[in-house]
């Protein structure tokens, strides 16, 4: 297993831009019938999802999550050494949307600029992504923004998939901090890799001939990745706190990937922690893939002002199947409250810097 | 473990009437048999007998009975 501690490295803020589009999960009982919509939200926890409008993309959101931190900050756009974007819904097949929004966030030149393209596990793989940067680089300020609009290419009649995703960007700051660290630990279990999959749009299945729409829609698994979670995920999660000694007890919040909450209910009972120490997002907010991890710690910790520290363990896992886990600590304030936007890029990007002036 | 109490178990998970689950039922004519019921069921496996259970052996089962013979 992949792990480690990367020193001097802090998160200096967090924030969440969600769509101001609310989706009530009843509205599908004329859809999938009343019964089966109720059990499917007793079972999944999911009653209400922000989803994004039709021109809104993940660079909006993360867009406008990254200008609100930036001024909260205080951070220049000049002073940016990287912007690194973790998405499964890109603007465009290339080029890289990071690069889109180093321009439209007005950075530097000389800042570096990529995508990954993870899911579930994206918040802890770009936590480690940017800590490595700034830990072993010279490189001081990094800006990760992770964000879906997993909504986009779902089959409105496919029951196990059109009623769970939610819409969210974030951004989350990190900075060299002399004295702070993060643990962290990382797997992929490839072999699972047709659990869940759009298999069409790409490379593999160029031909628009002969594939079948469908192809082109999300596929799930929900057995597999459930099975998944409750047996690869607890295991590496437990032998990465033994590793590193931190005490199950002292840990102030879980904040795990919001798959589904029968998952997370069986994860929690599994690695023996109380449910008051994992915050739960997914009633309102739906699963919001790779945002789930830091648009939690929004909606729990946006509105607090306290400079106490709490030590957190994150831990994503889902969509690879790739997974990991980090431990660290954060101030309380650094989150800010809950962004709720109808924003979308319209195309002119000379407006939007204009305004970042 | 007795018969009557594993199809008790087996009631509750799909939310059946206790006392009316037939083992020799195909599970392919109960509508209570669909994907979250295969979700409840390895859930059920792993924290009642310790046990993980493939979703290729879930989709061998044919009948109550063969999900029965398993809870040990």
């Not at chain 1, 205080?74 to 097949?93: C, G, R, V």
């Not at chain 1, 945002?291 to 030590?311: A, C, F, H, M, Y």
């Amino acid at each position: 297993m992949a792990t480690g501690i990367l020193k001097n490295v802090e998160i200096k803020g967090i924030a969440c831009a969600v769509p101001d589009h609310i989706v009530n999960n009843e509205e599908y009982f004329n859809v999938f019938g009343e019964e089966s919509v109720r059990k499917f939200i007793n079972m999944t926890g999911v009653k209400t999802r922000h989803v994004a409008y039709d021109e809104q993309c993940t660079s909006d959101l993360c867009y406008v999550a990254a200008k609100s931190l930036m001024k909260k900050l205080n951070w220049e756009p000049s002073s940016i050494d990287a912007l690194i974007l973790i998405t499964q819904t890109p603007d465009y097949a290339i080029p890289a949307t990071a690069c889109v929004l180093q321009y439209r966030l007005g950075l530097s030149e000389d800042c570096i600029a990529f995508d990954i393209n993870l899911g579930c596990s994206a918040y802890v793989y770009g936590l480690w992504q940017a800590a490595t940067m700034i830990s072993t680089q010279n490189i001081n300020r990094v800006l990760l923004l992770v964000g879906d609009t997993s909504n986009f290419g779902i089959n409105q009649n496919d029951s196990s998939t059109a009623m769970i995703f939610g819409d969210g960007g974030t951004a989350t700051a990190l900075e060299r901090t002399e004295g702070k660290e993060i643990k962290y630990f990382l797997k992929t279990k490839g072999s699972g890799y047709k659990s869940i999959i759009v298999p069409a749009g790409h490379a593999r299945s160029r031909s628009q001939i002969n594939t079948d729409p469908s192809e082109y829609e999300l596929y799930m698994n929900g057995a597999d990745v459930f099975s998944f979670t409750i047996t690869d995920v607890p295991k590496a999660l437990n032998s990465f706190m033994e590793e590193f000694s931190i005490d199950k007890n002292e840990v102030d919040m879980y904040v795990f990937h919001q798959a589904n909450l029968f998952i997370l209910k069986h994860l929690v009972r599994k690695l023996g922690i109380p449910m008051e120490k994992v915050p739960i997002s997914i009633d309102r907010y739906g699963n919001t893939s790779g945002e789930s991890i830091p648009l939690t710690l929004v909606d729990v910790l946006g509105n607090e002002q306290s400079d106490d520290t709490l030590k957190l363990i994150l831990c994503g896992f889902g969509v690879g199947l790739s997974y990991g886990g980090i431990y660290l600590e954060m101030k309380k304030s650094a989150c800010i409250p809950m962004i709720y936007t109808n924003y979308y890029f319209k195309g002119d990007v000379s407006e939007e810097r204009n305004e970042n002036q | 473990m007795t018969v009557k109490e594993k199809l008790n178990i087996l009631e509750e998970l799909l939310s059946i009437e206790k006392d009316t689950l037939d083992e020799n039922r195909l599970l392919e004519d109960m509508e209570e048999w669909d994907s979250m019921a295969v979700i409840s069921l390895i859930a059920m496996f792993d924290s009642v007998f310790g046990k993980e259970i493939k979703t290729e052996e879930i989709k061998q089962f044919r009948t109550v009975k063969d999900i029965i013979d398993k809870m040990e």
